[in-house]
């Protein structure tokens, strides 16, 4: 499911602010975007994250700012004095005066050593990050359960019509025997009256028998309505339920095509398109189902 969480918090000279967005995906994968120095707390982000996301695509990103003091930065002496030693050594060999200004050689590679990253211990900084992190994925979590809803709805609406045309299919299916009798019934008349020949009522009863196996779909009726009513229990579960609701989905369809290929009738033929109709629909949306 889609969201979007953030928080910002401040803990003596740390400044920390996180963002993690959400996008439907049928696996979990977690993208990371840190400051520098920060990479190495992935496996902690990580392990918070799939505590709260367990399906979808999660972009994070942390940005933590550290307010500066002067041990932060030192001049390095020895290299400063090095620089100055070989400018004033070129100067004399180019018979020129050698003008140095301390600024320009603060600049020089190497003259100031940054040591803010040296300094910073991850393991210290976590229970300060951490807070902020999950007060970000608490807001997340708000906003891709008011969008469960709304997918929740969408879902039962959808298995309720699968379950209404299960019915229709049920009601009509003793009327596709009663209609093929009489269909075959008349076509022997015919035939008997055209050729002048004679059917045996064992060879016309035989007939039904053969047709009724072939396109009785009890059975299958029978398992669709039980995976209907697991779809519904599982929608309702609190439980994470993606993945369960995706498997309940495939039997369900492998259900609805058998039902159309044993069925010859065309008003259940009608029946399955509106089920396989629905069925598309749920199948859209589960893949958004944590």
């Not at 700012?65 to 290299?79: G, Q």
């Not at 007939?207 to 009726?221: A, R, T, Y």
Request: aromatic residues 4%; contains cysteine.
């Amino acid at each position: 499911m889609t969201g979007f969480g953030e928080a910002h918090d401040r803990f003596e000279s740390l400044a920390i602010a996180v963002e993690v967005r959400t996008i439907n995906s049928r696996h979990y994968k977690l993208s990371l975007r840190t400051g520098e120095g920060y990479g190495g707390l992935e496996p902690q982000i990580n392990a918070l994250v799939r505590q709260s996301v367990r399906r979808g695509a999660v972009q994070l990103q942390l940005h933590v700012r550290r307010d500066s003091t002067p041990d932060d930065f030192r001049i390095h002496s020895a290299l400063l004095e090095g620089y100055v030693r070989q400018a004033k050594q070129v100067a004399k060999e180019c018979g020129i005066e050698a003008d140095i200004a301390i600024g320009q050689l603060l600049s020089l590679p190497g003259v100031i050593d940054d040591r803010r990253a040296a300094a910073q211990d991850l393991q210290e900084v976590w229970p300060k990050i951490e807070p902020t992190l999950r007060a970000a994925l608490d807001a997340l979590a708000t906003m891709r359960a008011a969008e469960g809803g709304a997918l929740e709805s969408d879902l039962l609406v959808n298995s309720s019509a699968i379950g209404q045309q299960a019915v229709a299919i049920e009601k009509r299916v003793p009327q596709v025997s009663v209609g093929y009798r009489e269909r075959l019934t008349d076509r022997v008349n015919r035939a008997l009256s055209e050729l002048n020949v004679t059917v045996e009522p064992a060879d016309l009863l035989r007939e039904m028998s053969l047709f009724v196996d072939k396109s009785d779909i009890s059975e299958e009726l029978v398992r669709l309505k039980s995976h209907l009513v697991q779809f519904d229990a599982t929608v309702h579960a609190k439980e994470s339920s993606g993945r369960k609701l995706e498997f309940i989905s495939q039997e369900m369809g492998r259900e609805i095509n058998t039902i159309g290929s044993k069925a010859s009738d065309t008003e259940i033929s009608c029946h399955v398109v509106e089920m396989k109709t629905a069925l598309e629909r749920i199948r859209e949306q589960v893949q958004n189902v944590e």
